[in-house]
């Protein structure tokens, strides 16, 4: 019976012992992960830093640039552009009007090239303003004749009147644009002089 005793105290102070060593043991294995995440952490971060340096440098390396050569002068840009701007329709109106005689008209496939000299109505005679601009319009696009058909009011196709839109300025029309700068049709403006 001594003998048990003994063997269950002896068994009492190893496992006290086991316990007391296992404790700081669960303690420096989680202080040692501790270390090695801030480790980490601190090698990603000087990592990235050097590459936002690399970055930075060769940014600004490239903002500077290799000397290439002299530059050319510097020139003033000349506008090759037309100074014609389709009208759009004003508020609550379907189209807007653009006044010009309409010539040089010349058939290209399923379209009509023509050549508009914008007006400006003046107490009804009609004057240039000095723009001028080509259309390129469908064979099929509506125009309202009266002068151009001896005098019979009657709507032609535009493919239909190209002989006598070939040669020089000598029609006006009223073209109406969409509010998209399309043509929608033109309107002979008899009511014009000169």
């Given at each position: 019976?001594?003998?048990?005793?003994?063997?269950?105290?002896?068994?009492?102070?190893?496992?006290?012992?086991?316990?007391?060593?296992?404790?700081?043991?669960?303690?420096?294995?989680?202080?040692?992960?501790?270390?090695?995440?801030?480790?980490?952490?601190?090698?990603?971060?000087?990592?990235?830093?050097a590459l936002l340096?690399?970055?930075?440098?060769?940014?600004?390396?490239?903002?500077?640039?290799?000397?290439?050569?002299?530059?050319?002068?510097?020139?003033?840009?000349?506008?090759?552009?037309?100074?014609?701007?389709?009208?759009?329709?004003?508020?609550?109106?379907?189209?807007?009007?653009?006044?010009?005689?309409?010539?040089?008209?010349?058939?290209?496939?399923?379209?009509?090239?023509?050549?508009?000299?914008?007006?400006?109505?003046?107490?009804?005679?009609?004057?240039?303003?000095?723009?001028?601009?080509?259309?390129?319009?469908?064979r099929g696009t509506?125009?309202?004749?009266?002068?151009?058909?001896?005098?019979?009011?009657?709507?032609?196709?535009?493919?239909?009147?190209?002989?006598?839109?070939?040669?020089?300025?000598?029609?006006?029309?009223?073209?109406?644009?969409?509010?998209?700068?399309?043509?929608?049709?033109?309107?002979?403006?008899?009511?014009?002089?000169?």
């Amino acid at each position: 019976m001594a003998d048990e005793t003994v063997l269950e105290t002896r068994l009492a102070d190893l496992a006290a012992s086991g316990r007391r060593l296992a404790a700081p043991m669960a303690a420096d294995r989680i202080r040692a992960r501790g270390e090695r995440r801030v480790r980490r952490r601190r090698a990603v971060l000087v990592s990235g830093g050097a590459l936002l340096a690399v970055a930075v440098g060769v940014g600004g390396l490239s903002l500077t640039g290799v000397p290439r050569g002299p530059e050319p002068p510097a020139v003033v840009p000349t506008s090759t552009a037309s100074p014609f701007a389709p009208p759009a329709p004003a508020a609550g109106e379907e189209y807007a009007a653009e006044l010009g005689h309409v010539y040089g008209a010349v058939v290209k496939g399923d379209a009509v090239q023509v050549t508009v000299e914008q007006l400006r109505s003046e107490g009804g005679t009609a004057a240039p303003t000095g723009v001028v601009h080509t259309l390129t319009l469908p064979r099929g696009t509506l125009v309202e004749t009266r002068r151009l058909l001896d005098g019979k009011p009657e709507d032609v196709e535009l493919g239909a009147l190209v002989d006598r839109l070939a040669s020089r300025p000598r029609w006006a029309f009223a073209i109406d644009y969409d509010s998209e700068g399309r043509v929608h049709s033109l309107r002979e403006a008899y009511w014009l002089t000169g």
